[in-house]
């Protein structure tokens, strides 16, 4: 019997031998490299963080760490890039990559192994900082005499040479990062959202039919107006870099651009009225309709959606996009709905005296004006859009021939271009483009254009030019057609009916 209990017993021990036991916990072993120790590290993988605080302790290391609206600490190792937008970073560690801090500061006693960028907050360097690349910071620098940037640094104190630049910071932290235009805790906003109200009320006040118009491609165009809204957006940058590049820029890129800005500006006006002319429908308020008091209700509204996170931002976008989309439109049903002007010109028309009749005209005084013919007056009264095109044609015909004459841009273009047009005008009435699309200038009272109404004329048009072009656009606001400086001139552009030559 005593044999076979020691069988079962040392058949026993074997099999629990065989059978895996756990692992204990012990303590990270020291590996010896070149005479030191060093104990391994605790891993972690990627850190993203919104609004929460981040450590990364000595004895730790992590991959790559992203924190929004936080603070971070790294006294271990990181062996990627750090970026922190809205807060602090006590950086005593080691970073392998670069380091972005975004309208935060940064504390820098440790090791960055490639390039630091600081964005709207201040940078302080201690004895032990070492950046291995290029250190660029916008904002307060502070550096210990023993810090090491290794490939230079740029520095550019804005809070010391500009005083009260910290209010981008602050809406950077309080709204940027939260997505909405109206922090609550921040005065100048508000105060900002009040001044472009008056300028939308404003232009409610002198241009209440171009808004309405806009309103009601809204109403029964809303997708089409959005993705206009989005196209223009999209092509203006690849349209404004070949204009830029080549010689038609110089004169059609200005006119481009207060384009543009005339077009946000009318467009904001025209979403606000939109709102407020729905919420009058929907209350059955006349009031409501009305441009003026629409576009200050549609105001009250979106500024309280602004104070929303992510919706307000999302709400500004999209409302950009149908403003822009819906003056577009809008603008493109007027030039295709181009009329004579509802108001009467006073003409002068000549009148040949019967034969066997003695003209009544007393002796000495000089004969009639030349006169242009009647039907001329009445044919259909051109807007904007149409002398924009002309002018882009100008700007094209010039442009070639410039280069083709090997010439630099300089005041001798000018000159050639105020003479280009001022002779055409005088000769024939129109320009290059104008023959192409068949427009004419004529006087408002009948008479031939001379030259001096022609210069005076070229020489007022750079006073609309000036206003950010609204002189130009007045064309296209007004119900008789002209621009300011064809009311300074006493002149009116008229499309001529096909087939009718103007060479």
């Known amino acids: 019997m005593n044999g076979i209990h020691w069988k079962w017993a040392l058949l026993f021990s074997v099999c629990l031998a065989a059978v895996p036991q756990p692992a204990i916990a012990q ?42 609206a936080g603070d971070v600490t790294v006294d271990g190792v990181v062996e990627r890039d750090v970026v922190v937008l809205g807060g602090t970073l006590p950086l005593r560690g080691r970073v392998g990559g670069d380091v972005v801090v975004v309208a935060g500061s940064v504390e820098v006693d440790g090791e960055i192994g490639r390039a630091l960028t600081v964005v709207l907050g201040d940078a302080t360097f201690g004895g032990n900082a070492r950046v291995r690349r290029d250190a660029v910071i916008l904002g307060p620098f502070e550096a210990d ?55 939308y009320i404003l232009l409610a006040l002198l241009f209440p039919k171009p808004i309405m118009a806009g309103v009601a491609q809204l109403e029964t165009r809303p997708f089409s107006a959005f993705f206009t809204g989005l196209l223009v957006l999209v092509l203006l940058g690849p349209l404004l870099l070949l204009l830029l590049i080549s010689v038609v820029g110089i004169v059609v890129v200005p006119f481009l651009l207060a384009a543009m800005v005339a077009c946000f500006f009318i467009g904001k006006a025209t979403m606000l009225g939109f709102v407020g002319h729905q919420l009058g429908q929907q209350f059955g308020s006349v009031t409501l309709k009305k441009p003026v008091v629409a576009v200050l209700t549609g105001s009250i509204v979106f500024t309280l959606i602004y104070l929303v996170p992510v919706i307000g931002m999302v709400a500004w976008g999209i409302m950009t996009l149908l403003g822009i989309g819906a003056i577009c439109l809008a603008a493109t049903v007027g030039l295709r709905r181009e009329e004579p002007a509802v108001e009467p010109v006073q003409q002068l028309v000549s009148v040949k005296p019967a034969e066997g009749v003695a003209s009544t005209a007393p002796v000495g005084e000089s004969p009639a004006i030349p006169s242009i013919p009647e039907e001329t007056l009445s044919l259909p009264r051109v807007g904007f859009w149409l002398r924009f095109w002309a002018l882009a044609l100008d700007a094209v015909a010039i442009g070639v021939a410039w280069t083709l004459v090997g010439l630099q841009i300089g005041a001798l273009f000018w000159l050639v271009w105020l003479a280009y047009h001022v002779g055409l005008w005088t000769w024939r009435g129109t320009t290059l483009g104008g023959i192409v699309l068949g427009l004419k200038i004529v006087r408002v009272d009948g008479s031939e254009l001379t030259f001096p109404v022609a210069l005076v004329r070229a020489l007022a048009s750079v006073f609309s030019a000036v206003a950010l072009g609204l002189g130009f656009f007045w064309a296209g606001w007004t119900r008789n057609r002209q621009s300011w400086h064809d009311r300074i001139a006493g002149t009116v552009i008229v499309r001529m009916p096909k087939g009718m030559s103007l060479i």
């Open 145 to 199: 005499p023993g810090a090491l940037f290794e490939s230079g640094r740029f520095v550019l104190p804005l809070g010391d040479h500009l005083p009260g630049f910290g209010w981008l910071k602050d809406w950077v932290v309080y709204g940027g990062f939260y997505a909405r235009p109206m922090p609550m805790r921040l005065v100048w906003p508000w105060v900002t959202a009040g001044v472009f109200a008056m300028i």
């Open 27 to 68: 303590d990270p072993a020291p590996v010896e490299t070149d005479g030191e120790e060093r104990v391994e590290m605790r891993r972690r993988g990627d850190i993203v963080e919104i609004g929460r605080n981040v450590v990364v302790e000595a004895g730790e290391t992590c991959n790559e760490l992203v924190v929004i």
